[in-house]
């Protein structure tokens, strides 16, 4: 009975002195406390999350300039122009709003308030006279009321064929809950002219609503194609025999003049493109396919040597959505890299064992659904790792002066994972400077011993001294100072 007694008595103190030895931490980013600035951002975006906190989430698969963009106007970052600089704002009535289908703004207007006016610049679509080529015009629609007559796109202006000037309109306008385009002396091959062309969605516009609209016209195939949400709801070939053939009917623009946006329209209208080529686009996503990342800055922990241990999240994941994450450490994180320290996958709750280092740092990756229509997202992430506790100063430290040196002598740290000592010294209380020493300048590292001499100071001055105790883990963690003693050096009588 004794002996258990005795076994029991020993694991408990091995387990004291080995919870001594390291202790529990935790890094807490997001939540309550907010998200400190991210190092890296690539198709992610603050929203709010769980419990009303902010959440990090795929960013909306906004529209971005290509070689062919003749247009942008994405309402983002609380300015209205247009990113390509072909467009000049001639007025603007339009507001922005928060309620945004891409990015983080959309425009606003009210029936009355004449929305946008744009001036073309040379070699634009609508700054320019003759063949246009093919183009794309797209746009996201939240219509108020859908109100028969309200205008979304107006262009109108003047062509000569045949000595004789002849007016050309191109207008997106709400009939009957359908959007009808109309196209007046816009398409011909020199010869032939379609004084008119209308298309009309089939799909009943839903006031309140958010719908993707594109039109586009190949010059090529003489297709004039438009879809609502990537479905087709009208289409005609601007030909001879209105049929599939090789005698296309050209777009043709007379005297360049402004496009207006949304004249007479109440609602919302978010990324304005024209481009210069014929886009079908089948399938309209809420997120890019190929998901999004971000990365913590380098989190530092309380020492070198640190352990992570595990990795915790509160998130939202949609069935169908899913997230990765990675985490890497290390001592210096001015010598990382993108790829060194590799990054290593974890999951969360699951012990992490390798991971080692002053600094750790977290990476997130974000897929949507097949579809692109759900995105995952994540308020908080609790990164718990094990900090090397700095071994404890001497309890006692003595100094006994001599004839241009000092003798200092330390009782033992009580930590088991000592693995030696530093001495401080200095002219001054507390400010431990000092350069005269043979032995070296300070800090002086004395090693595993409990006394040191220290040779080659000025007899009659007084010196300052305080230990400190190292790890036998990494010399680098380094415990507290003890108590200061001090002495002065003195040639003594024999």
């Known amino acids: 009975m004794v002996k258990k007694q005795i076994i029991f008595s020993v694991l408990s103190i091995l387990f004291i002195s080995l919870s001594a030895y390291t202790a529990s931490q935790k890094i807490i980013l997001g939540g309550k406390d ?28 906004y529209a971005k300039q290509t070689p062919s963009t003749d247009m942008l106007i994405s309402f983002d970052n609380g300015a209205i122009y247009d990113e390509t600089g072909n467009y000049e704002i001639a007025l603007s009535n339009m507001e922005i709003s928060a309620n945004a289908i891409m990015g983080d703004g959309t425009g606003m207007t009210r029936l009355s308030n004449q929305g946008l006016i ?50 050309q309109v191109i207008r997106a306008c709400f009939f009957n809950n359908h959007i009808e385009w109309n196209f007046h002396n816009i398409f011909s091959n020199g010869r032939i002219l379609k004084d008119e062309v209308i298309l009309t969605s089939l799909s009943t516009i839903i006031p309140q609503q958010w719908s993707h609209h594109s039109l586009s ?8 194609e438009y879809r609502i949400n990537g479905r087709i709801e009208a289409l005609q070939y601007m030909t001879v025999s209105n049929t599939e053939s090789n005698q ?46 971000f990365e913590t800055q380098p989190l530092e922990t309380n020492g070198f040597n640190s352990s992570l241990k595990y990795l915790d999240a509160t998130t939202i ?14 001592d210096n994180f001015y010598e990382w890299t993108d790829t060194y320290p590799e990054w290593e996958p974890v999951s969360l709750q699951e012990e992490i064992k390798g991971v080692t280092g002053k600094y750790m740092q977290i990476a997130v990756e974000l897929y949507p659904d097949g579809n692109g ?31 241009s040196y000092i003798d200092l002598s330390w009782s033992p740290s009580v930590d088991y994972t000592v693995g030696g000592y530093t001495i401080y010294y200095g002219e001054h209380p507390g ?25 080659g100071l000025q007899n009659g001055k007084i010196y300052y001294f305080a230990i400190s105790a190292y790890s036998s883990l990494d010399e680098r963690i380094t415990g507290e100072l003890s108590k200061e003693v001090y002495a002065r050096p003195l040639r003594k009588a024999k």
């Open 34 to 61: 907010g998200w400190e600035p991210l190092s890296y951002m690539d198709s992610v975006a603050f929203d709010k999350g769980r419990f009303g906190y902010d959440s990090i989430r795929l960013s909306t698969n």
């Open 118 to 167: 744009l001036k073309g610049k040379e070699g634009s679509l609508f700054g320019s006279q003759g063949l246009t080529g093919s183009f794309t015009i797209e746009f996201w629609l939240y219509p108020a009321i859908a109100e028969n007559g309200e205008q979304i796109f107006n262009w109108r202006s003047s062509r000569n064929m045949d000595r004789q000037s002849m007016y």
């Open 217 to 224: 016209y190949d010059d090529e195939t003489g297709l004039l």
């Open 248 to 293: 296309v009917l050209n777009a043709y623009l007379g005297v360049p003049a402004d496009i207006q946006l949304c004249p007479h329209y109440s609602g919302l209208i978010d990324d304005f493109t024209i481009s210069r080529d014929s886009q079908n686009t089948t399938s309209i996503t809420m997120y890019n396919s190929r998901g999004g990342r």
């Open 317 to 330: 994941i949609p069935p169908e959505t899913g997230m990765a994450f990675f985490v890497r450490g290390g």
């Open 373 to 403: 229509q759900k995105t995952p997202s994540v308020s908080e992430l609790v990164l718990s790792y094990e900090a090397t506790e700095p071994p404890l100063p001497p309890a006692v430290v003595e100094a006994t002066s001599g004839n």
């Open 431 to 455: 400010e431990y400077l000092g350069r005269v020493a043979v032995e070296g300048v300070s800090p002086i590292q004395a090693g595993n011993v409990l006394s040191y001499r220290l040779t």
